[in-house]
C-alpha cells in the first residue's frame, strides 16, 4: 500500500457510512491486545471519536493480554471496559456436560462466543454495530471462530493481510510490542497462530497475494479455504423446485 494516508481516511469514512447507513450511533469492538484489534481501535476511533468503546474480555488469559489491551487502549484514547468472563465459562462448560477428552477447541470456542455475547450486550444497549477485526489472512482460511470473533457487523480491515495490518499498525503507531509480538488467539495456554495454522503469516500472505508458494503451503491453504466457504457465505437455505 502506497499511500497510507489515503487508505486510511477511506477505510474511517467506510466505518462511518456503514454504521450511519444502519441507523446506530457508534462502534463497539473487541480488545484484545493484539495488532488487528488495535488497527481496528484507531479506525473506529477516528470514525466516532465520541461514540466508541473497546471491551476486553479475558477468560483464564495470559495477564499480559489485559495489560496490552489497556496500552493499545491508552494510546488509542480510546474508553475500554472489562468483563471477566471465567465464571460463565464455569458454568457453560458445567452446564453442556464438558468433559476433558472433548475437542480441545469445541471448549475453547466457549469463550469466543461468550465475547460475541458480551459485544452485542454492548451493542444493543447503545445501538452501536459491532467491529470484527478478523484480517484477510484469516478469513481466507477460516481461522476464526463462527458465531465467535467471526459474529460481527463490519469488517474494517477484511481487506488487508497480516502484512499490510503491520503496515497500518506502524503508521497509526501502535506501540512496538504489540506490532512485533508473536500473533495468538488466546484460547489457551501457549497458543500460538503460525503454530495452529501449520505455517507463518509470511507464507500465507504471499500465497494470498501472488499465488506463489510451495506445494505444502498451497495445498493446506487451498483445503483450509475449501472446508471453511460455510463460515464465510451466508447460511444456506433449502429451496423446493416449486418455488424456484
Not at 153 to 164: G, Q, R, T, Y
Amino acid at each position: 500500500m502506497k499511500n497510507m494516508e489515503k487508505v486510511c481516511n477511506e477505510a474511517v469514512e467506510w466505518i462511518k457510512d456503514r454504521v450511519n447507513s444502519a441507523g446506530a450511533k457508534g462502534v463497539v469492538l473487541g480488545m484484545s491486545g493484539g495488532i488487528d484489534s488495535a488497527v481496528v481501535a484507531a479506525l473506529v476511533k477516528r470514525a466516532f471519536p465520541k461514540d466508541c468503546f473497546c471491551v476486553t474480555m479475558p477468560c483464564y488469559s495470559d495477564p499480559i493480554d489485559a495489560e496490552h489491551a489497556k496500552l493499545v487502549a491508552d494510546t488509542v484514547g480510546i474508553e475500554m471496559k472489562t468483563v471477566v468472563l471465567n465464571d460463565a465459562f464455569d458454568t457453560m462448560k458445567k452446564l453442556v456436560d464438558a468433559k476433558e477428552s472433548d475437542p480441545k477447541l469445541a471448549i475453547a470456542n466457549i469463550k469466543s462466543r461468550l465475547r460475541m455475547v458480551t459485544l452485542y450486550y454492548y451493542a444493543g444497549v447503545n445501538n452501536y454495530l459491532v467491529a470484527g477485526t478478523g484480517n484477510r489472512s484469516e478469513l481466507t482460511i477460516g481461522y476464526f471462530t463462527k458465531y465467535g470473533d467471526g459474529g460481527s457487523d463490519i469488517l474494517p480491515i477484511a481487506s488487508f493481510v497480516k502484512k499490510e495490518v503491520r503496515a497500518l499498525a506502524e503508521y497509526l503507531e501502535i506501540p512496538e510490542i504489540i506490532i512485533t509480538k508473536p500473533p495468538t488467539a488466546g484460547l489457551w495456554e501457549n497458543q500460538s497462530d503460525e503454530k495452529e495454522m501449520g505455517m507463518t503469516y509470511e507464507e500465507l500472505d504471499n500465497y494470498i497475494l501472488t499465488g506463489e508458494a510451495n506445494e505444502e503451503v498451497k495445498n493446506k491453504v487451498d483445503m483450509m479455504f475449501n472446508r471453511s466457504e460455510h463460515k464465510r457465505v451466508a447460511i444456506p437455505k433449502f429451496v423446493p423446485t416449486e418455488k424456484q
